[in-house]
């Protein structure tokens, strides 16, 4: 049955490409959501460049016919922008009638009245709007097309039972599962295999798609780090493997996210030189001003957000490796660095930065952008919306490989138009966890320190 959809201005925000997704149903945007729109374009960061994705879109559909009368779209629905119908009478005493959130509910409530038995129904990610439109009885809805609808999220490991004897085979060449086994499976996923008939006898082994073979990278170590853990190894694993393009890594604070991303970019760039550079790309999702509120260059913008990286690097360089050495001249594709009484963090990034060896970016600075031969870490991806997910992936050029990390749980996003179904980093797991150039680890443990375990799981 055809509905009406009345759209909220954070829905066409979140996903620019929403207009087409929802079937053959009639959409309604109230003219105060483009002049929201109109408002937010200039805003930095990622509403700003939402909003003008969003405009963009209507403008090509736009070309179409008028959206003031309708227009048809692909899929047999309709799209219109309502120009009328706001009755604030139809609104109970209380609320405040010059907030465009307000008007927005007025239109809908009109709309609903002039059109029943049809259901309509106002789309919204925002809380409080979509609490205010229950109590004065307007249907409301998520926007749910980008959500991820499994219960548990993909973690990228399981645990299974099998013979000693099949054990021993995955080092002869791998392990054919049977069909029941393996059809539960996807490539690259890991599988601690215990043993059924011998005590103590097990195995972490990764799944390549057709076998079950050995970790190729587990005695290796990344700039002075090595992995601690079950699920730090199997990241570890994934980090290392260029044959597998994108990683993504989820888990709370101090799993070792972000620490194990940088070192083996460090030590595949800088010691290996297997790709050319290192990009770090932060989100800027601030809880005041934005980041075009700073002053300074992009750089000094992005250092309160590169927080992270830095410290990563902050605890992953001895001063040993700052010093001229014979021994390691040479063997990567980038230079070594010569005597200096004292080098900070920022030394070390600066100077490699000045050879384009290391990036710090934001989104805004991505479109348009193919990085080649580049190990690109996003981190805080869980505060990303599926649209940007993708618009950064789709920078991707050859040699390339992106680490998506992040802790995609409620309490650690700011975004209001993401949750914890609904942001980039688990739909991009659960989209693309099929696929043999891809892999993903859940990271459970706390390795930050005993204070930071117990914080994690008290608090």
Partial sequence: MIKNYVLDTNVMIHDPACFYKFEDNRIIIPIICIEELDRLKTREGLVGYQARCAARELSNIRKKGSLSEGIELPDGGSIRIELNHLDLNTLPDGLDITKND??????TKKLKEMYEPMQTILVTKDLYMAIKADAIGIEIQDYQNDKVEADEIYKGYQEIFLPSESIDSIYSGGLILPVEVSEGLYPNEFLHIKSSDRDSHEIIARYDGSK???LKYVNEISWGLSPINREQKMAYELLMDTDIHFVTITGGAGSGKTILATAVALQKVIEQGQYRRIVFVRPVVPAGNDIGFLPGTEEE???PWMGSFYDAIENLVDKKIMKKSKETQGKGRHMVYSEKP?????????QYRKYGVIETK???YMRGRTLSDALVIVDEAQEITPHLAKLMLTRAGFGSKFVFIGDPSDNQIDNVLVDEKSNGLVYTVEKMKTSTLTGHITLKRVE???????????M
């Fill in 301 to 303: 913008k992005l250092r």
């Fill in 362 to 364: 934001t989104f805004t």
């Fill in 448 to 458: 930050r320190s005993p204070l930071a375990e117990l914080a994690e799981g008290t």
């Fill in 212 to 214: 079950v073979v050995p």
């Fill in 342 to 350: 004292e080098f900070s963090v920022d030394d070390f990034i600066e």
């Fill in 102 to 107: 307000t008007r927005i509910l007025a239109v």
